[in-house]
Every structure is written in structure tokens, then in C-alpha cells.
């Protein structure tokens, strides 16, 4: 009986042992966990740092970074030149198509640049050139149409809105329309050269 006794008294012993064990072991695995995440979240904030700073750096130098150089392409002698004027008083833009000048063959863009001042150049190709301006003023070419004495006569409006016989053509009315002629009452306008040119071919 007493040995029973002695028995249940080191199990009772063991057991509380473990207990101890188990709840010490328990408390240090939190704290080591609390200590892991710390440092988990401390090397991810240096990651950070770091990966801000470098696409910093990275932006700094993109900011910092000379812009392109021109082209060192070079205009061809039978080169294409088109001056692209913008008038502001009626909003219209005039392309006109020119020779290229001798003294702007073999010239890179900035050199043709340097050259005009005054100018955009906005299209650089060795074939082609092209120039763009503003010009405070009406384009020049607004037209009317107008039918006198059995003819259509073309007027041109005058940038103080005057009209002037622009060209006498030999179209006759007996060969427009109904609408043409209801249109032409009192002018018809066109705007450009180019549309002025289609419609004359269109009359005739």
C-alpha cells in the first residue's frame, strides 16, 4: 500500500513537471514569435527604404537626363518643303507646297532651325521638310461665287470684308443647277484654293 502511495506521489511529481515545462515552454515561443515578427517587419520596412530610394534615384536621374539630341538625318536636295501657315482671325490653315532652297540641302534639323527662326519645324525627313507659323491675320483666300450677265464671276473677300473680282470665268449659268443658282443669290462661299479649283472643274 505504501509502495502505491509512493507511486502516485512521483507520477503527481512528473506530472506537475510537465506542466511546468509545457507552460514555460509555451510563454517563451510567444515572446520568440513577438521578437520574429518585429524583426520581419523591420526588414521589410529596410526593403522599402531601399526600394524607394532606388526608384528615386532612378527618377532623379530621369529627370536629370539631357533631352534627345536632333536628328543628324539631312535634308536631300530634291527635298519636299511645306510651310504649314495657321491664320488666327478665321482659324484656317494654309499648307503650301515650295521648292526647297538650295542653301537648306545637306542641313540637319537644328541647322534648318537655326536658319528660321521665325518657324516650327515640326516634320523632319530627308525628303520632306515641314514648317509651321502663326500669323495674326485672315488666310486671303475666301472666295465667293456670284453669277453676273449669265457667267459665274468669283469674288474674293478682302481681309476688310470687301469683295474683288478674282477671275471672270466662261461657265454659264444655263449650265448649274437650281440649287446652285439659289445658292449663288448671294454669294456662295469657299474657302481655299484647293475646294475653289474643285468646284470650277465641277461647273465646267
Given amino acids: 500500500m505504501r509502495l502505491i502511495m509512493n507511486s502516485n506521489k512521483i507520477m503527481m511529481i512528473i506530472v506537475a513537471a510537465l506542466l511546468i515545462v509545457s507552460t514555460v515552454y509555451s510563454i517563451y515561443a510567444i515572446f520568440n514569435n513577438d521578437d520574429d515578427i518585429e524583426e520581419e ?10 526600394i524607394e530610394d532606388e526608384c528615386t534615384e532612378e527618377y532623379q536621374e530621369m529627370q536629370n537626363t539631357t533631352p534627345v539630341a536632333w536628328s543628324t538625318e ?9 510651310l504649314k501657315k495657321y491664320y488666327i482671325q478665321c482659324e484656317h490653315t494654309i499648307n503650301e507646297y515650295v521648292e ?4 537648306l540641302v545637306n542641313l540637319t534639323e537644328e541647322e534648318v532651325q537655326a536658319q528660321y527662326p521665325d518657324w516650327e519645324v515640326i516634320g523632319f525627313e530627308s525628303g ?5 507659323k502663326e ?15 449669265g457667267k459665274v464671276v468669283v469674288y474674293l473677300v478682302n481681309r476688310d470684308g470687301t469683295e474683288s473680282v478674282y477671275e471672270r470665268t466662261n461657265i454659264s449659268s444655263e449650265y448649274l443647277t437650281e440649287t ?6 448671294n454669294g456662295l462661299e469657299i474657302y481655299g484654293k484647293e475646294e475653289l479649283n474643285k468646284i470650277i472643274e465641277d461647273f465646267e
Fill in 41 to 50: 517587419e523591420d526588414t521589410n520596412t529596410m526593403l522599402s527604404e531601399v
Fill in 74 to 82: 539631312k535634308l536631300s536636295a530634291n527635298a519636299i518643303l511645306i
Fill in 100 to 103: 526647297l532652297p538650295q542653301e
Fill in 128 to 132: 520632306k521638310l515641314t514648317l509651321y
Fill in 135 to 149: 500669323i495674326d491675320d485672315v488666310c486671303g483666300e475666301h472666295f465667293k461665287l456670284k453669277v453676273e450677265d
Fill in 180 to 185: 446652285d443658282l439659289i445658292n449663288m443669290q
